[in-house]
């Protein structure tokens, strides 16, 4: 045990570390296993090694572990690979309940030095992380969780020529691809319909395919998988020759079978290849449909939106057919009319404050704000009150002004007491219409902030920047409004030096920059358009704190002076 007793990580040649040093302390030789059992930490000798920084309380590392567990499992067969927990749990019953899951060894939870002394040498800033080091100690990556989360066990024995290998294959097969190189994998060369039979890869060769990636316990995705369903069925109905195959990313059966919104195919629930496809093709978002034309090659990396606008008309999908929507779509936009994008069949109201159904059409001519937000989102809840200082703002000047909140809220509850604080008007709660507005304005994510000329056309989808940035004065937020307030701000600078030393932060000269958003490091009030900045410290003054000694300086008894201006004192 002399080995270890200065407990410090010693290294052989400079860069191979150890095991016995790396692992043990002055009274420990030894690793556990979930059971209790007690293994010698010079059994690993020739072995690869995994060191896996987690904890029970991580909702990512959770997440991660079934994947590691799942490769784990199938190299154990190869007895040279060994994986080790280095737990950041807090309490002991923390540690044994997760622990309870992995099938490999552990640091003991009572050995907290030990564990914390392992954080330094392989850079641990966060978790989970998976160390890769050889059979000589010697680390072979530190970004392990990308490379189970990427490879799989195909990533074996996880050298740089391994990795370099797999990458140059998948290169390969994107230069190749054809709907066999996407969908046939090692050990499967077919799909599956609702009722479990397989279908050949091959019946798809010359066919449109969309590769539906789906989860039905997100709603979008839910939502979106009927509509996909209706065009799917007209163009059966039409002799099409196109297929839909599933990705599903749900976790159980039930939920599965729910996403088979028609008789389409779809890969086995779980199937190795699904987190596969949606590394290759960058998935982002869902629902995502990525079509394959019939050479096999990509036509386009995601067809939702056109899909569930436009329906079967999006058909073919080909480069010729977009353009074609998107001269549709600007058509559309030109004849743009508040009652165009707010009325739904029978759904031609809002709601006012007092729960009143307020006409759509008693709204045409006014500037509206579509107010895409919801209480659950913390940005969300910090911008509405500064929102609402506006509207009050606006509406005093300007009656012919509203706002209408468009909830993500997950109940009628949760709606409610959000609304209950909002002064305007609101869409009620789950309305179908929605659904519809956050695909027409591409809403990715809240809060946003859409902003409608008395027209009805868009004037802009960053209407929230605008009212952070200038509140009230960014009204009615048209390209002119927003050139005025330009030359207001060009013209408030006038004078002011570009540079300037102040005694406050003699480091470095301040120079005179444009921000959004800041707090004077002099008065500690806050700040906006204007500062006198030293980036590299990240130090503002306001440019009244940073002239007021200059002013003083230039002025004459009597006289107050403000850049190239001086004003007889009131």
Same mark, same amino acid.
């Given at each position: 045990?002399?080995?270890?007793?200065?407990?410090?990580?010693?290294?052989?040649?400079?860069?191979?570390?150890?095991?016995?040093?790396?692992?043990?302390?002055?009274?420990?030789?030894?690793?556990?296993?979930?059971?209790?059992?007690?293994?010698?930490?010079?059994?690993?000798?020739?072995?690869?090694?995994?060191?896996?920084?987690?904890?029970?309380?991580?909702?990512?590392?959770?997440?991660?572990?079934?994947?590691?567990?799942?490769?784990?499992?199938?190299?154990?067969?190869?007895?040279?690979?060994?994986?080790?927990?280095?737990?950041?749990?807090?309490?002991?019953?923390?540690?044994?309940?997760?622990?309870?899951?992995?099938?490999?060894?552990?640091?003991?939870?009572?050995?907290?030095?030990?564990?914390?002394?392992?954080?330094?040498?392989?850079?641990?800033?966060?978790?989970?992380?998976?160390?890769?080091?050889?059979?000589?100690?010697?680390?072979?990556?530190?970004?392990?969780?990308?490379?189970?989360?990427?490879?799989?066990?195909?990533?074996?024995?996880?050298?740089?020529?391994?990795?370099?290998?797999?990458?140059?294959?998948?290169?390969?097969?994107?230069?190749?691809?054809?709907?066999?190189?996407?969908?046939?994998?090692?050990?499967?060369?077919?799909?599956?319909?609702?009722?479990?039979?397989?279908?050949?890869?091959?019946?798809?060769?010359?066919?449109?395919?969309?590769?539906?990636?789906?989860?039905?316990?997100?709603?979008?995705?839910?939502?979106?998988?009927?509509?996909?369903?209706?065009?799917?069925?007209?163009?059966?109905?039409?002799?099409?020759?196109?297929?839909?195959?599933?990705?599903?990313?749900?976790?159980?059966?039930?939920?599965?079978?729910?996403?088979?919104?028609? +008789?389409?195919?779809?890969? +086995?629930?779980?199937?190795?290849?699904?987190?596969?496809?949606?590394?290759?093709?960058?998935?982002?978002?869902?629902?995502?449909?990525?079509?394959?034309?019939?050479?096999?090659?990509?036509?386009?990396?995601?067809?939702?939106?056109?899909?569930?606008?436009?329906?079967?008309?999006?058909?073919?999908?080909?480069?010729?057919?977009?353009?074609?929507?998107?001269?549709?779509?600007?058509?559309?936009?030109?004849?743009?009319?508040?009652?165009?994008?707010?009325?739904?069949?029978?759904?031609?109201?809002?709601?006012?404050?007092?729960?009143?159904?307020?006409?759509?059409?008693?709204?045409?001519?006014?500037?509206?704000?579509?107010?895409?937000?919801?209480?659950?989102?913390?940005?969300?809840?910090?911008?509405?009150?500064?929102?609402?200082?506006?509207?009050?703002?606006?509406?005093?000047?300007?009656?012919?002004?509203?706002?209408?909140?468009?909830?993500?809220?997950?109940?009628?509850?949760?709606?409610?007491?959000?609304?209950?604080?909002?002064?305007?008007?609101?869409?009620?709660?789950?309305?179908?219409?929605?659904?519809?507005?956050?695909?027409?304005?591409?809403?990715?994510?809240?809060?946003?902030?859409?902003?409608?000329?008395?027209?009805?056309?868009?004037?802009?989808?960053?209407?929230?920047?605008?009212?952070?940035?200038?509140?009230?004065?960014?009204?009615?937020?048209?390209?002119?409004?927003?050139?005025?307030?330009?030359?207001?701000?060009?013209?408030?600078?006038?004078?002011?030096?570009?540079?300037?030393?102040?005694?406050?932060?003699?480091?470095?000269?301040?120079?005179?920059?444009?921000?959004?958003?800041?707090?004077?490091?002099?008065?500690?009030?806050?700040?906006?358009?204007?500062?006198?900045?030293?980036?590299?410290?990240?130090?503002?003054?306001?440019?009244?704190?940073?002239?007021?000694?200059?002013?003083?300086?230039?002025?004459?008894?009597?006289?107050?002076?403000?850049?190239?201006?001086?004003?007889?004192?009131?």
């Amino acid at each position: 045990m002399a080995d270890a007793a200065n407990n410090v990580v010693e290294t052989i040649n400079g860069d191979c570390h150890d095991f016995k040093s790396l692992l043990s302390s002055s009274d420990r030789d030894f690793l556990v296993r979930n059971n209790g059992d007690q293994v010698k930490i010079d059994s690993l000798k020739g072995k690869k090694l995994g060191l896996y920084f987690s904890a029970s309380w991580c909702g990512p590392c959770r997440r991660f572990t079934p994947n590691l567990i799942e490769v784990y499992t199938e190299l154990s067969t190869k007895g040279d690979f060994e994986v080790i927990f280095v737990s950041a749990d807090e309490d002991e019953e923390s540690f044994n309940g997760y622990f309870s899951k992995m099938p490999w060894l552990a640091i003991p939870f009572s050995d907290s030095e030990a564990r914390k002394r392992l954080d330094e040498p392989f850079s641990v800033m966060g978790i989970p992380h998976l160390v890769l080091l050889d059979e000589n100690g010697k680390v072979l990556t530190e970004e392990g969780v990308e490379i189970i989360r990427e490879y799989g066990e195909e990533g074996y024995p996880f050298t740089p020529e391994k990795i370099q290998e797999l990458k140059d294959l998948e290169e390969k097969a994107k230069k190749e691809q054809s709907i066999k190189t996407i969908l046939v994998s090692r050990s499967r060369d077919f799909v599956v319909t609702s009722d479990g039979s397989k279908v050949p890869v091959s019946e798809l060769e010359g066919k449109t395919v969309g590769i539906y990636f789906s989860a039905s316990s997100i709603k979008p995705s839910a939502d979106f998988t009927q509509k996909l369903a209706e065009v799917y069925s007209k163009l059966k109905e039409n002799g099409e020759k196109f297929e839909v195959v599933m990705i599903s990313l749900d976790d159980d059966e039930e939920s599965f079978r729910q996403s088979f919104g028609a +008789p389409w195919l779809a890969l +086995p629930l779980k199937d190795k290849s699904c987190e596969k496809l949606a590394r290759y093709f960058e998935l982002l978002t869902l629902p995502t449909v990525v079509i394959i034309g019939p050479d096999g090659k990509t036509l386009h990396p995601n067809a939702a939106d056109a899909i569930d606008e436009h329906g079967i008309v999006a058909y073919p999908f080909t480069p010729e057919k977009f353009a074609e929507l998107k001269e549709i779509e600007k058509a559309s936009e030109a004849a743009q009319t508040l009652e165009s994008v707010l009325v739904s069949g029978g759904l031609d109201f809002v709601l006012g404050k007092d729960g009143a159904k307020v006409k759509v059409a008693d709204l045409v001519g006014k500037t509206i704000l579509l107010y895409f937000s919801a209480h659950w989102c913390p940005p969300c809840r910090a911008f509405t009150p500064s929102l609402v200082e506006v509207y009050k703002k606006i509406k005093e000047k300007d009656d012919a002004f509203e706002v209408i909140f468009i909830s993500s809220d997950r109940d009628q509850a949760s709606f409610d007491e959000y609304y209950s604080g909002m002064p305007w008007l609101a869409l009620p709660f789950n309305d179908a219409r929605k659904s519809s507005l956050s695909r027409k304005f591409k809403v990715q994510g809240i809060p946003m902030l859409i902003a409608l000329g008395p027209t009805g056309k868009t004037i802009t989808k960053e209407a929230r920047s605008l009212v952070m940035g200038h509140g009230a004065d960014a009204y009615p937020f048209t390209e002119e409004r927003l050139k005025e307030i330009e030359a207001q701000i060009e013209e408030m600078a006038k004078g002011w030096p570009e540079k300037l030393k102040d005694e406050r932060h003699e480091e470095h000269e301040l120079v005179l920059t444009r921000r959004s958003n800041y707090v004077c490091d002099a008065c500690k009030e806050n700040g906006q358009v204007w500062s006198f900045y030293c980036e590299e410290c990240d130090f503002d003054l306001h440019p009244k704190c940073a002239l007021e000694k200059e002013t003083k300086a230039d002025a004459k008894e009597g006289w107050v002076c403000d850049g190239e201006v001086c004003t007889r004192a009131s």
